[in-house]
T-cell receptor, first 113, second 115 residues
Framework: DADVTQTPRNRITKTGKRIMLECSQT?????MYWYRQDPGLGLRLIYY???????NKGEISDGYSVSRQAQAKFSLSLESAIPNQTALYFC????????????FGDGTRLSIL | KQEVTQIPAALSVPEGENLVLNCSFT??????LQWFRQDPGKGLTSLLL?????REQTSGRLNASLDKSSGRSTLYIAASQPGDSATYLC??????????????FGSGTQLTVLP
């Protein structure tokens, strides 16, 4: 089984809909991250969390919200989806030191019509 | 603000060639630099992590170098194979605070190794 699992893997929805992307991990890591990837661009950080009580905005947090339900679960919500949020979304985890490589899920491909 | 650039955006080579992928960054104040591999439909897999105090790291046919003063890193792949075909991304972890202390990614080099 994958260490970092993202659901759903693919989603097509309409403008204005509320969407939740979920991430769960079995690595026992404290730190979790949400990124988005657009064609021709690198990954950009949306939100990150260092533990259940710690949530931080990343570079591009506008239009998104997150919830850290447990150490192993970190969800990303789009309250009212818009077409320019169409992208590939990745969840990642890392250990407490933050000095070791992050471990990534396989991504969620989100299309907003 | 840290910016990471990878050139070329795409590269195609015949099998067996040795090749170099380039990564440059604008702010030399970094904790580490990482190289990742991304396969279609998959997430990123870490290949090599170089701490700021190190000059290079090796894993199998891969060798990554870091020159902080010039803001450059290279990923050398020896004796390339079709299975090496993927997108390669570099990312730096700046010495900063808050969200700026998180990884900053380049846009990647898409490598195709032809049989």
């Amino acid at each position: 089984d994958a260490d970092v699992t993202q659901t759903p893997r693919n989603r097509i929805t309409k403008t204005g809909k509320r969407i939740m992307l979920e991430c769960s991990q079995t690595k026992g890591h404290d730190r979790m991250y949400w990124y988005r990837q657009d064609p021709g661009l690198g990954l950009r950080l949306i939100y990150y969390s260092f533990d259940v009580k710690d949530i931080n905005k990343g570079e591009i947090s506008d239009g998104y919200s997150v919830s850290r339900q447990a150490q192993a679960k970190f969800s990303l919500s789009l309250e009212s989806a818009i077409p320019n949020q169409t992208a590939l979304y990745f969840c990642a985890t890392s250990d407490l030191t933050g000095t070791q490589p992050q471990h990534f899920g396989d991504g969620t491909r989100l299309s907003i019509l | 603000k840290q910016e990471v650039t990878q050139i070329p955006a795409a590269l195609s080579v015949p099998e067996g060639e040795n090749l170099v992928l380039n990564c440059s960054f604008t702010d030399s104040a970094i904790y580490n630099l990482q190289w990742f591999r991304q396969d279609p439909g998959k997430g990123l897999t870490s290949l090599l992590l170089i701490q700021s105090s190190q000059r290079e790291q090796t894993s199998g046919r891969l060798n990554a170098s870091l020159d902080k003063s010039s803001g450059r890193s290279t990923l050398y792949i020896a004796a390339s194979q079709p299975g090496d075909s993927a997108t390669y991304l570099c990312a730096v972890k700046p010495i900063s605070s808050g969200s700026a202390r998180q990884l900053t990614f380049g846009s990647g080099t898409q490598l195709t190794v032809l049989p």
